[in-house]
């Protein structure tokens, strides 16, 4: 049997902080999407969208998107008189970064970003400020496209979640070359602890760890540009306070800087 490794990922900058919540709540959505059955999954269906949509207004995502992608390019650029570097694999890269550039510039400031003639969206996403702001006498029409066949429901929220398709693909793959920049090493927390400088070329954006989860242990990390800290706790959640793992555990840690 396989053995089972659990990933823990950690960001560094607030930039970053955003792709991570962006694209868990992507997933989210997507998982939805696909799984819609009840007007109770299309109910999370709804808020999982309509979440990612405030997110993704209320943090300029498309412009700190399009800075990242830019960054990317141009340190990719500089690679191109590398001899050593596959440069094939390299273009390929370039061009989808470059496509990604002129898909995310074509965009308006406002265009393409939210579903706004739609009164149901609307509605919908005012009252989840409240809780419990969505009973069906809080928004009959709410109510009656709950009732409506999954076939039609399903119609309304591909189109909600299309218009973010663009972003969802720049974004994965900013986020594929940020986890791909660098390989992981191995490393030892002695009595549950770890510290390490970070001496990258290149500002670390992401730290990720890989540990065994036949330890039945979690990492609690926290770090900066210059150093990592972490230390691993016991998953026994069943007896109040979280205590610290007095063993040594080894782990995998990649320290993400492009």
């Known amino acids: 049997m396989a053995q089972q490794f659990l990933l823990f990922e950690h960001p560094l900058n607030e930039r970053m902080r955003t792709f991570l919540r962006t694209e868990h709540l992507f997933q989210l959505a997507k998982y939805r999407l696909t799984n819609i059955v009840s007007p109770w999954d299309a109910r999370d269906c709804v808020t999982a969208i309509i979440e990612l949509y405030n997110l993704i207004e209320r943090t300029d995502f498309r412009g700190e998107l399009l800075k990242e992608i830019e960054r990317h390019t141009n340190g990719l650029q500089r690679l191109d008189m590398t001899p050593s570097v596959d440069h094939h694999a390299l273009n390929k890269v370039l061009k989808e970064l470059e496509y990604s550039i002129d898909t995310l510039r074509s965009y308006s ?41 999954p076939k039609t429901r399903q119609r309304t929220l591909n189109e909600w979640q299309e218009l973010l398709t663009p972003l969802d693909k720049a974004l994965t793959l900013v986020l594929d070359l940020t986890r791909q920049s660098c390989r992981p090493t191995r490393e030892m927390a002695a009595a549950g602890t770890f510290q390490k400088s970070i001496n990258a070329p290149a500002a670390c954006q992401l730290i990720r760890i890989a540990v065994s989860a036949e330890y039945g242990a979690y990492p609690e990390i926290s770090a900066n540009k210059h150093r ?31």
């Open 109 to 149: 400031a406002k265009q393409g970003l939210c579903p706004k003639e739609s009164d149901l969206f609307n509605s919908i996403r005012q009252r989840l400020l409240i809780p419990g702001g969505t009973c069906s006498f809080d928004l009959p029409a709410f109510h009656y496209w709950l009732s409506l066949p």
């Open 228 to 258: 990592i800290n972490v230390r691993f706790l016991q998953a026994q959640f069943e007896h109040g306070k979280a205590a610290l793992w007095t063993q040594d555990i080894p782990f995998e840690l990649t320290c993400c800087s492009i």
